[in-house]
């Protein structure tokens, strides 16, 4: 894994913490949800399915590492189908799931639709 994009991952989760991102898990611990608001499905799903991975790859590296002391990373995406007019509702949907962080869209009309929304 190439070391930018895992140090990356890790510098949004250590903002996620200073901002009290995070939900308590099953087991006690905490579990940090990181979201990510990208395309699975339509025109450009390939490179959606391509972003998961990844993400949870990264994840998986973070997780294995300890590097936040043992907490857990979990990713939890959101497809808005390559449709920018679907991209506000996955987003609202992270939110409403607490995820510390949301990362995307994909395409910037769908980041701003998502934004302005």
């Known amino acids: 894994m190439n070391r930018f994009r895992s140090g990356t991952l890790v510098a949004l989760l ?5 901002c009290g991102g995070g ?5 006690g611990g ?4 990181i979201g990510a608001l990208i395309p ?3 025109t450009n799903g390939e490179y959606g399915v391509g972003f998961r991975k990844a993400l949870e790859l990264a994840a998986d590296e973070i997780n294995t590492s300890g590097l936040l002391l043992g907490k857990k990373v979990e ?3 959101e497809d808005y189908k390559s449709d920018k007019t679907l991209a506000p509702g996955g987003a609202q949907a992270l939110i409403a799931r607490g995820v510390a962080v949301i990362i995307g869209a994909a395409e910037s009309s769908s980041t701003i639709e998502a934004a302005t929304k």
Request: glycine share 10%.
């Open 40 to 42: 699975i499905t339509g």
């Open 75 to 77: 990713i939890v995406v």
């Open 23 to 27: 939900k308590e898990n099953e087991v």
């Open 14 to 18: 250590v903002l996620a913490l200073g």
């Open 30 to 33: 905490d579990a940090f949800e």
